[in-house]
C-alpha cells in the first residue's frame, strides 16, 4: 500500500492517558457535569429524578418510545434514491452520534445520559428526503406565513409541543442547538436556566433566517454532541458515496489532519478534542484539525451533498412534491374535511399518542400552516412518495429509485 493510503490512528498521549486513570480512581468529578437532579422541567411536580429513572434516562426512554422515533428508519441522511440497506438512514445517523458522544463525555468525565438523550433526539423532527426536504417545507412554510422551518427547531416542537413529554430543558435546548452545520473551533455553554428564554430562542428561529447560526448550547453534553454530529456524518457521508458508486474510492478527498475514511476520522476527532479539553468548561479542537474539519465539510458539500445529478432529481422532482402535498392538505384541513388524510393520519395520531389534555392544548395553539407542516415532517421517505401518488395519481412526477442491481 502506498504511504499516503495508510490509515492513521492516533491515540492519547500518556500523560493525559495516566491523568484520567488517576482521575478515576481517586473519584474526582467534573465540576462542569450536568447532575440529574437539576433538570428543570416544565411541569417539575413529573418525571422526577431518581436512582431507579435518573433525570436523563427518562429523557432517553421519552424519545425511543415517542412514535415518531419509529420514522427514523425510513428517513433520508445524504442519499434517498437508493434501495440499499447499506447506506446510512437516520436511524443509524442519530445511534452513531449518540455512541461518539457518549466515547468523548465518558473520557471527560460528562454526563452520558443526557449526551445520549441530546443525541437520539436531535433529528426526530427531520422531514423526509434530508436537508433536500427541509429546505422545500421551509419554502411552503415561508410562502404562506413568513416563517421559516428548520429541523433542529422542529425536533423540539415534537418531543416538546405535539407529543408534550415534559422534556427536561437541558435536553431540548441540546436539541434545538445541535446543529452540526455550523463548525466551531471552541464550543463554550451558555446557560439560559428557564423555559422562558428558551422559547424566545426557539421563537426567533422561526422568523429570523439566521438565529440557528447564533445558537449556543446551555450544558457542555450539548456542546459534545454538536461537534459530534459532525463527526459522525464526514465519513460515514464518504462511505456511502462509494456504495452509491458516486465515487470510486476516498482518494477524491484531501488526505487531511486527520485522515480522511471514517474510521480514521471519528478516531483522531475524539482524540484531539479530548487532548484539548480535558479539565476545561468548553470543547475545543485545535487550530489544525478545526481547519482539517472546514476542509473536509467543503470537499463533502462539493463532491457528495450537492452533486448535480442528486441536486436535479431533488430540485425537479421532490420540490413541486411537496409543494402539491402541501397545498392540497392545506386547502383540506382550512375546508374542515374531517376524511382528509391530515385528519385520519396526522390529527388522530396525535390524539392516540398523547394525553387529552397536550393533545387539546396542540389543537388549540396550531396554525392550519403549522399543523400541515408538523404532518409533512413527520413522513418518511416512503410514506411521502406514496401519498403523492395517492393524491395525484395523474401527475408526471415519479421517483425512480436505483435498484440493487443497476
Not at 112 to 122: K, M, R, W, Y
Not at 262 to 285: A, F, L, R
Amino acid at each position: 500500500m502506498e504511504e499516503n493510503n495508510k490509515r492513521v490512528y492516533k491515540q492519547l498521549t500518556d500523560e493525559l492517558n495516566d491523568r484520567i486513570i488517576k482521575d478515576r480512581a481517586n473519584g474526582v468529578v467534573n465540576p462542569c457535569k450536568t447532575a440529574d437532579d437539576a433538570a428543570i422541567r416544565r411541569n417539575q411536580k413529573w418525571d422526577k429524578n431518581t436512582i431507579l429513572r435518573p433525570a436523563y434516562v427518562r429523557d432517553v426512554e421519552k424519545i425511543m418510545h415517542t412514535p415518531y422515533y419509529n420514522r427514523y428508519a425510513d428517513k433520508t441522511q445524504v442519499f434517498s434514491f437508493y434501495k440499499n440497506d447499506d447506506i446510512t438512514r437516520r436511524a443509524l445517523h442519530v445511534q452513531l452520534v449518540s455512541r461518539i458522544a457518549r466515547n468523548i463525555g465518558s473520557l471527560l468525565s460528562l454526563n452520558t445520559d443526557l449526551i445520549e438523550a441530546i443525541a437520539l433526539g436531535h433529528d426526530i423532527g427531520h422531514t423526509p428526503f434530508g436537508h433536500a426536504g427541509e429546505r422545500f417545507l421551509s419554502e411552503c412554510l415561508y410562502e404562506h406565513t413568513g416563517r421559516y422551518f428548520n429541523h433542529n427547531v422542529h425536533s423540539v416542537r415534537v418531543l416538546d409541543e405535539i407529543m408534550n413529554r415534559n422534556m427536561s430543558l437541558q435536553t431540548l435546548d441540546g436539541i434545538l442547538c445541535h446543529n452540526g452545520e455550523f463548525a466551531l473551533k471552541e464550543y463554550r455553554p451558555v446557560p439560559i436556566e428557564d423555559f422562558e428564554r428558551f422559547d424566545k430562542k426557539v421563537e426567533e428561529c422561526y422568523v429570523d433566517e439566521e438565529a440557528i447560526g447564533r445558537l449556543v448550547p446551555y450544558t457542555l453534553e450539548a456542546c459534545v454532541v454538536r461537534v459530534c454530529d459532525m463527526i459522525a456524518y464526514l465519513g460515514k457521508d464518504r462511505q456511502d458515496a462509494i456504495r452509491a458508486n458516486l465515487i470510486k474510492d476516498d482518494s477524491v478527498f484531501e488526505n487531511a489532519t486527520f485522515g480522511r475514511s471514517n474510521p480514521e476520522i471519528i478516531n483522531n476527532m475524539i482524540v484531539n478534542i479530548v487532548e484539548n479539553s480535558y479539565g476545561k468548561d468548553y470543547i475545543m479542537m485545535d487550530e489544525e484539525y478545526f481547519n482539517a474539519i472546514k476542509t473536509a465539510k467543503k470537499e463533502n458539500y462539493e463532491i457528495i451533498c450537492f452533486n448535480e445529478e442528486l441536486e436535479t432529481k431533488y430540485t425537479d422532482c421532490i420540490r413541486p412534491m411537496f409543494h402539491d402535498i402541501y397545498e392540497k392538505m392545506l386547502s383540506d384541513i382550512k375546508a374542515g374535511d374531517k376524511n382528509s388524510i391530515i385528519y385520519k393520519h396526522h390529527i388522530e395520531f396525535v390524539k392516540e399518542n398523547t394525553t387529552t389534555y397536550g393533545c387539546e392544548e396542540y389543537l388549540k395553539n396550531t396554525t392550519d400552516e403549522q399543523m400541515v407542516v408538523d404532518f409533512i415532517a413527520s413522513m418518511t421517505d416512503d410514506y411521502f412518495v406514496d401519498l403523492h401518488e395517492y393524491l395525484f395519481p395523474k401527475s408526471k412526477y415519479r421517483v425512480e429509485y436505483i435498484s440493487y442491481f443497476a
